[in-house]
């Protein structure tokens, strides 16, 4: 292996990232896999295909910078809340900056395929990334290398061109076969990116209308979005309010509560719990996690009480006109309530609808 060129890879643990790393590993280099994390795709399947090539995996939160992009995309957004062509030149100039740090001769490089992609992959958009990142002649995609321009990496010797790829398209045939040559499992459709997720789109761009007057520009913090992706949410203020446009803060403080939809959501929001959350148990019975995050102000009672008729109209309660909940103040005092079980025309209207 030549250990003096370093490659910085773009690795999602998809099968294109999977073979564009193990091309160059037929040429003796030793590839160093990056895997960029966010709440909205998490290093999972990086970590499993980093496993099968026997490579270590250096992991990048890029959240605050991707949050910005979300919210002035320079080259505008895709379908849902994607930014993909800066994102992703986002990702080659962080991949730049750890080849700079590792203070030897290197390149970048990815498993994108040109054409692949009609928005973000064609030719003009990989351009763009390339351009963006401040770092063109320094990116090699080994699937596609000789149906594009030469690259440093090439003219320097360290990779032989006649050894890389002119895949095109969306075809996956050819991918198919080089897992096959080189024995390489191919990794089982991922979930994908959340911002392309409409539903998940639709939650986190009400999310960004719910910023409190005076927040950071890093608002949302990664863990509202992370709870985001965990059960059903309610607000007890004026859930139909006119939404503000994107990015601008909405003029009152809004509290919502968001309630597991199972097991799985409810440690997933367990988990996420921090100082000055507001989290609700229904006593004596399964019932689900429902929390209040805390939004930077004093919970108010309405809160409380929809947070209450909540834990107990989701709950697994006999059907006794009255249940308890506990109210845990996360790092301070809990309390127990006995709470009357309300009529689902009582809190219904209190969720967040996103047709
Ligand atoms: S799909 Fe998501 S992770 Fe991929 S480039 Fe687009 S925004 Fe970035």
Redesign the pocket.
Known sequence: MNKTIRAFGIFSGGLDSLLSARILMDQGIEPTLVAFTSP??PPDQARAGAAQLGLPLTEVDMYPELLALIKNPPHGL?RNL???ID??ALMFQKAGQLLDESGQPGFLFSGEVQGQRPM?QNPNALKTVAKQSGRRELILRPLSAKIMSLTEAEEKGWVDREKLLNLSGRGRRPQMDLAAHYGLKVPPPAGG?L??DVGYAKRFKWLLRQAPAGSPSGWPPARLAEMLKRGRLFTPNAPAATPQPQGQASPEPVQWLIVGRNQADNQALTALLRDGDTIFHLEGAPGPTVVAPNLGSPIETATLNLGRDLAVAYGDHASAPEARVRIDAIGGPSTEHKTTASKPADWEKFMVKFD
Do not use: V, Y
Request: aromatic share 16%; glycine share 8%.
């Open positions: 909205f795709f895709g994607n930014p993909c994102c992703h973000s990116c911002l392309t």
